[in-house]
């Protein structure tokens, strides 16, 4: 059983417990930045798993090294480790101001990645007393200015407003989904035979996933326990009679 990385599975909760579209570029800021690609309800892995990823964009030429290699990377420079260590050592008054600049150098980071994909969603995960108002209104004024044109659609920035278990409902969500995909639905005996409660679900979810219906997944992952149960029974061997 494969298990997305973290900032897929967020991206897969906020897709259908948040307020995610189909298409999204995801950012996840805490002791480091990670990102994901949704296109038309596909997470976009790439060849190395590494697709969408902009921690390691560089910024500033000149700026500090990088465990990477580089220098002046987006994650050594408005990591949620980074930017903590900045504002602990600045006066109140400061804070603001350095939100802002770590906001326009996400906006700088982004505006190349919405520009090549036609994103007009993303969406922006991290503790809120750092991706506040003033981080994401830099952010935005940044990438408008960098992105807007006549045919370009006006992409909003916004914040994650999904819990702490962001992570956890999204690897339930990718697990249950490969479940989905893999189970080969048993045909009945004869043609008046009815499809079991478990085949009868599981066509149900699958054609949900077909849909994008949030609802429907909501309660498919609510019911993940019993359902995976019922797969694993389906999936077994039959005892030999007789």
Not at 47 to 71: F, N, T, V, Y
Not at 114 to 124: P, R, S, Y
Not at 153 to 160: A, D, F, Y
Not at 205 to 213: D, E, F, N, P, V
Request: hydrophobic share 40%; charged share 20%.
């Amino acid at each position: 059983m494969n298990v997305s990385n973290d900032v897929t599975a967020a991206m897969l909760t906020e897709r259908f417990f948040g307020q995610g579209g189909p298409n999204m570029l995801f950012v996840r800021i805490e002791r480091g930045i990670g990102s994901a690609i949704l296109l038309s309800d596909t997470p976009v892995i790439g060849e190395l798993h590494a697709a969408g990823e902009i921690g390691h964009i560089s910024i500033d030429l000149d700026g500090p090294l990088c465990p990477c290699g580089k220098r002046g990377c987006l994650e050594t420079m408005i990591s949620g480790t980074a930017l903590k260590k900045q504002l602990s050592a600045a006066d109140v008054e400061q804070h603001q101001n350095i939100l802002a600049r770590a906001g326009r150098y996400l906006g700088q980071a982004l505006s190349m990645p919405v520009g090549l994909l036609d994103m007009a969603d993303v969406c922006v995960y991290g503790q809120p007393n750092i991706i506040n108002e003033t981080f994401i209104d830099a952010a935005q004024q940044y990438l408008d200015a960098a992105t807007s044109s006549s045919f370009h659609k006006h992409t909003v920035i916004r914040r994650c407003e999904c819990g702490p278990d962001i992570t956890v409902q999204g690897e339930a969500i990718a697990v249950v989904f490969q479940h989905l995909a893999k189970i080969k639905l048993a045909t009945p005996a004869t043609k008046r035979a009815r499809p079991s409660a478990a085949q009868h679900d599981i066509k149900r979810y699958r054609t949900a996933w077909k849909m994008r219906s949030r609802r429907q997944i909501r309660r498919l992952i609510f019911h993940a326990p019993a359902l995976c149960q019922c797969y694993a029974a389906m999936a077994a061997p039959m005892a030999p009679t007789g």
